[in-house]
């Protein structure tokens, strides 16, 4: 299962775009590259998922390099409800389901 | 059922006493994870199952943790003798299969925390 690495935290304000890039250099060919968000109280809630290039849905984007040995996740136009801790989650899919999610990135958004 | 559900949602518990945690996935999925979350960090994968495959057990931490799972349907995750380390949320996720779950997201469920005191 490959490593990732995604920062602590992040703060935004209302409005604004924000761009969570996670790392995974040892990416393997039949990996794929999904992210979660999770709520206090709550588990965890399938945002996107992709392989290569850029996967929009309605609710984010998600940009992978060629390489694929990272990947952003873009949330446009954050409000409040959108703090929260995001994951991103790079395996087969095997593996997928074992998968320890990392400690994921705090997303704060003020006012 | 509409989605994935966990029962109790709140355990105490003595040290020493055992437990069963109880999850009850979306009509029709057939692969069911175990994940652990301890306070304010990621979740740890525990075992999950596959249809009637037998279960892949590989994250479970300890022998007193076990889980079953009857009829393809409702999962029992066991904790037998706990300790005050075992205290954490304990969540379940399901989805159609290992491969959906993937590419699709798995559904989790709302989790239980557990206490040992």
């Known amino acids: 299962l490959a490593k990732t690495t995604q920062p602590i935290s992040m703060d935004s304000y209302e409005g604004q775009e924000v761009n969570i890039t996670c790392s995974h250099n040892n990416i393997a060919t039949n990996d794929y590259i999904t992210w979660y968000q999770q709520f206090p109280s709550q588990g965890p809630r399938f945002i996107i998922q992709g392989y290569k290039t850029k996967v929009t849905n309605e609710v984010a984007s998600l940009f992978i390099p060629a390489d694929r040995k990272s990947s952003t996740l873009s949330l446009p136009r954050v409000s409040l409800s959108d703090t929260a801790v995001y994951y991103c989650?790079?395996?087969?899919?095997?593996?997928?389901?074992?998968?320890?999610f990392g400690d994921g990135t705090t997303l704060t958004v003020k006012p | 059922g509409a989605g994935v559900s966990q029962s109790p949602s709140n355990k105490v518990t003595e040290k020493g006493k055992d437990v069963e945690l109880r999850c009850d996935p979306i009509?029709?999925?057939?692969?069911l994870y175990w994940y652990r979350q301890s306070l304010g960090q990621g979740l740890e994968f525990l075992i999950y199952?596959?249809?009637?495959?037998?279960?892949?057990k590989s994250g479970l931490p300890s022998d007193r943790f076990s889980a079953e799972r009857t009829g393809g349907s409702v999962s029992t995750l066991t904790i037998q003798r706990t300790q005050q380390e075992d205290s954490a949320v304990y969540l379940c996720?399901?989805?159609?299969?290992?491969?959906?779950?993937?590419?699709?997201?798995?559904?989790f469920g709302s989790g239980t925390r557990l206490t040992v005191v």
């Open positions: 996720a399901s989805s159609l299969d290992l491969g959906q779950g993937a590419t699709h997201g798995y559904t």
């Open positions: 199952f596959q249809g009637n495959s037998a279960p892949d």
């Open positions: 989650l790079v395996a087969t899919n095997t593996n997928a389901g074992k998968s320890t």
């Open positions: 009509s029709g999925h057939t692969a």
